[in-house]
């Protein structure tokens, strides 16, 4: 089966004078970039993976043929999608611990949580979560969460215990899940010490296989990513406007991050990576901003429908010449290295322009032995917002069938394929190739299976220090080539 994506929505034609004055004939020219077909990888592009993992494959898919991959092709993808719902529970506990927009209770780290349910404050923080989605009085979070519940036949305004309850089942399974993981990612740097290469830097050893998939996202993967491309200019890889077309996969959406210094509700929810990859290209000279006549043009995919309609949004007020704006809290407890904060500080200057913040509350001064937090904006020009085209798309299963001149140059995903075991990782990085243009990189911060001979191989990698005193806090991105 294949479908049919037209990028700028139909709403376009009409506004191209409009379009011509706010973003240049560049972007127009990529927005005539027009049709392409989206379809399942087919049993054809599929085999040597299939292959390459017998002894790993799941049942269905034993002695595979045409019928049998497209019939489990079809029912993992509905199967992938049923993840997000777990991951929008799982923000949920995030909610109900980092969240200041529905409680005065002081914040709790997870590893104090059994200090915190003696002291009384997980009890307080459930039961201000349940009056805040009983009436959520406009709050975006408390609305959204509102909805999931009653999706799922909890009804937070019913009053009674259930949904106190349904929420401390889900903190419970939270804990429970989050321990297992820490024992995974114990048991990876363990590894990673002994071998003592660098490159096992990308072995996350799949830590969130089979966990619910979260939109979690901040700007540390953006540094990375950043990073990555100075050292790839560095190195010659990349040249002086040489990406177009790029593409950023699984971009997120900050609802509140699951790590607590990252973990913020007291601003509209954002999405970042796409304005971010825009930046730092524009930034190192390796794109031409979107009005010029080749300039660049962000695809964006994701299969989460929150990302991409919020994404829909943003475009429909940019052609309305508004801006988006994205806040950018730092933690100044946090030791970050100077790139990190130079990054920071630097963030959106060839995307946008620097407004005024929206002030944290109180509590921040508190939990920070008075530093709080140091806050800026960013303004993202219409133009940019423009440039970057959100469509639907499971990579691990699913590609644009794309004219060789419309592939991309670069694609981007941070943070997605450790949600995916050895198998499925395998496939997104041959969907991945399919849509490159030869020499095109795919830059992620997972060692994803390659296939010996395949079309596309792990090229290289940049490994970034976020804080020069911890030996821990630093991450690598591999350099994927299409051949
Ligand atoms: C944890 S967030 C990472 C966000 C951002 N890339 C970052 O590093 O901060 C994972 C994102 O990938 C998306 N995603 C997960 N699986 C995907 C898939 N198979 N295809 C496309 N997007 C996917 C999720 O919906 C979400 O937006």
């Known amino acids: 089966m294949t479908r049919l994506i037209c990028f700028g929505g139909p709403g376009k ?51 595979a043929d045409e019928a049998k991959w497209t019939a489990w092709s079809r029912q993992q993808d509905k199967a992938i999608r049923g993840r997000l719902r777990q991951g929008e529970l799982d923000s949920m506990v995030n909610l109900l611990l980092f969240g200041t927009s529905f409680t005065r209770e002081p914040r709790v780290r997870i ?41 799922i036949g909890v009804n937070p305004e019913a009053g009674g215990p259930e949904t106190g309850v349904f929420i401390y089942n889900n903190l419970l399974r939270v804990l429970k899940e989050d321990q297992s993981i820490r024992q995974r990612a114990a048991e990876a740097v363990r590894e990673t010490q002994k071998t003592g290469d660098p490159a096992s830097l990308l072995d996350r050893s799949s830590l969130f296989r089979d966990r ?9 993967p953006d540094f990375l990513i950043e990073q990555t491309l100075r050292d790839l200019t ?27 210094e990252s973990g913020y509700d007291y601003y509209p929810q954002q999405t970042v990576q796409p304005f971010a990859v ?23 995919f994701d299969i989460s429908s929150r990302v991409i309609d919020h994404l829909q949004r943003a ?5 309305k010449d508004v801006g988006y704006v994205i806040q950018l809290p730092r933690d100044i407890s946090r030791p970050w290295s100077p790139a990190l904060v130079a990054y920071w500080r630097a963030f959106g200057d060839h995307a946008g322009a620097e407004v005024a913040p929206i002030r944290p509350p109180e509590v921040f001064q508190a939990i920070n032995s008075g530093k709080g937090l140091e806050t800026r904006a960013v303004q993202i020009r219409p133009g940019v917002v423009l440039a970057c085209q ?30 995916y075991d050895a198998f499925e990782q395998a496939l997104a990085l041959q969907n991945a190739g399919a849509m490159l243009k030869p020499g095109g990189l795919l830059l992620t911060n997972d060692r994803l299976p390659e296939l010996s001979g395949g079309p596309i191989r792990l090229a290289g990698m940049t490994t970034v220090i976020y804080d020069e005193h911890d030996p821990t806090a630093r991450g690598a991105v591999g350099w994927y080539r299409k051949q």
């Open 278 to 300: 825009y930046d730092s290209l524009v930034r190192l000279g390796l794109a031409k901003t979107a009005a010029a006549p080749d300039g660049l043009s962000v695809s964006v």
């Open 234 to 260: 560095q190195k010659g890889v990349l040249r002086e406007g040489q990406v177009a077309r790029v593409a950023v996969v699984g971009p997120g959406l900050d609802f509140i991050d699951k790590n607590q």
């Open 13 to 63: 034609i009409s506004h191209v004078g409009l379009l011509k004055t706010i973003i240049g004939a560049g972007l127009l020219a990529a927005l005539a970039f027009g049709a392409a077909e989206r379809g399942f990888a087919s049993f054809a592009d599929v085999k040597a993976v299939l292959d390459a993992h017998r002894n790993q494959l799941p049942s269905e898919l034993k002695d």
């Open 315 to 319: 475009r429909a007020r940019a052609m």
């Open 390 to 419: 959100p469509s639907d798309l499971n990579i691990v299963l699913e590609r644009l069938n794309l004219a060789p001149a419309d592939r991309f140059d670069l694609i981007i995903g941070t943070n997605i394929f450790v949600y």
């Open 212 to 220: 619910g998939v979260s939109l979690d996202t901040s700007i540390l």
């Open 111 to 151: 590893e104090d949580i059994t200090e915190a349910a003696k002291s009384g404050v997980v009890r307080a923080r459930v039961d201000d979560l349940v009056a805040g989605l009983r009436n959520p009085a406009g709050n975006e979070r408390l609305i959204f969460l509102n909805g999931l519940l009653k999706g």
